[in-house]
């Protein structure tokens, strides 16, 4: 059987605490169903946070796969299909830097960042079928209060770039009434702002003990948040580039899956002489 964390009624759950977030901010999570479950019968109790270990111990060839993957489409795009003289990898690659500048050296929009962070978890709470009851958002933090939580719904802020999204999704909503082509330019540097700004602050976020994180594993969350990430960029570099398809990618991909088969093969088959002699 597989434990699970139970939330009791009238007792308000501990996320509600807040953790610190970094020049006296506070930031609280989501907080976890307040209805009480039925009780669960008595027998072998197994923590989700050892099965989730264990998975993410096999996710790890899928990152290094993935990982693989991406860098070696990604130099070959730069090198042979001169990826890097388009206007979508400079202006990309401008909003980035700007944004990089403004994180280093200016006040870091601390505000912009919690209510981004809350949102993400009432969005995908609403995803997953969930219901907020209470949305909270100011300068000494902020948090939800859900009927739902999962490691999809904890760790969204850590993988789900929002400000990206809106960015894109707002472009596309006036490509309906209006002529937009001509800020296609303005929206890779947007985009690259954006997706500059969820890289920082979730590079920052994660070594300050994050709840989010502890609650399903602090292992298993960093590698679930690094996949899925990866995912999201790769997918980006394939929209970005008129030489890489998703069906290119898909092969690099197979090829690399089927070097790494090929490897574990091998060293399984040497595994067993070396056992035999």
Known sequence: MICDKISKMNRR????RGRKLGRGVKVAPYVGPTTRRAPQPSGVMVPTRWLKFIFAIFLLPVCAIATQTFFTVFARATMTQRLWAGQEFWFFSLGAVLWLIAFIGLPRPILLYVFGHELTHAL?????????????????GGHVVTN???????????????????AIAIYGLLSIFYNVQPYGRLLYAVIGATWAFHLTFT????????????DHGTFFSLVVIYLLNLTLLSAMLILSS?????????????????NFAQWMADLTERFVQGAQH
Do not use: E
Request: one cysteine or more; a positive charge; proline letters at 7%.
């Open 13 to 16: 759950s501990p996320m509600l």
């Open 242 to 258: 008129p030489h890489i398809t998703f069906v290119s990618f898909g092969a690099d991909l197979a090829k690399n899956i089927g």
């Open 203 to 214: 590079c920052w976020m994660i070594p300050k003990n994050q709840t989010d994180l502890r």
């Open 124 to 140: 995908w709470v609403w995803l997953m079928g969930g219901r907020v009851s209470r949305f909270r958002v100011g300068r000494d």
């Open 148 to 166: 739902r939580t999962n490691f999809w719904i904890a760790l969204a802020p850590y993988f789900f770039p929002l400000y990206s999204i809106l």
